[in-house]
């Protein structure tokens, strides 16, 4: 059973930026960030394999980067330029078996940090 703890929500106006981290209990294939906001599905945001080739999807291409430390077992998710549309739970996820933005694919899942973008 791998056990994922989220950190670094916090509170930020639009344009600003945060770095959240996910460590993990032990090595997997691949981790992913996903999100949810009050009223809404979870989505996937971005995947690291661990080779290092990642995934991200459209609405965060260009202001979000994901990335691992190995050596730690630690997911990191840098987001700048932060808009209140990004307002929502992250939550860290490891996948049964395959790689991918969907949430479906994953059966291990931290318990989520805050991230708030005020306008």
């Known amino acids: 059973q791998v056990k994922l703890v989220e950190s670094g929500g916090a509170s930020v106006d639009a344009g600003g930026s945060l770095r959240l981290s996910c460590v993990a209990s032990?090595?997997?294939?691949?981790l992913g960030w996903f999100r949810q906001a009050p009223g809404k599905e979870r989505e996937g945001v971005a995947a690291?394999?661990?080779?290092?080739?990642?995934l991200y999807k459209d609405y965060v291409k260009g202001r979000f980067t994901v990335s691992r430390d190995k050596a730690k077992n630690t997911l990191y998710l840098h987001m700048n330029n932060l808009k209140p549309e990004d307002t929502a739970v992250y939550y860290c996820?490891?996948?049964?078996?395959?790689?991918?933005?969907?949430?479906?694919?994953?059966?291990?899942w931290g318990q989520g940090t805050q991230v708030t973008v005020s306008s």
């Open positions: 690291a394999y661990s080779d290092d080739n990642t």
């Open positions: 996820a490891a996948p049964i078996s395959y790689c991918s933005l969907e949430s479906e694919h994953y059966n291990h």
């Open positions: 032990e090595r997997t294939l691949c």
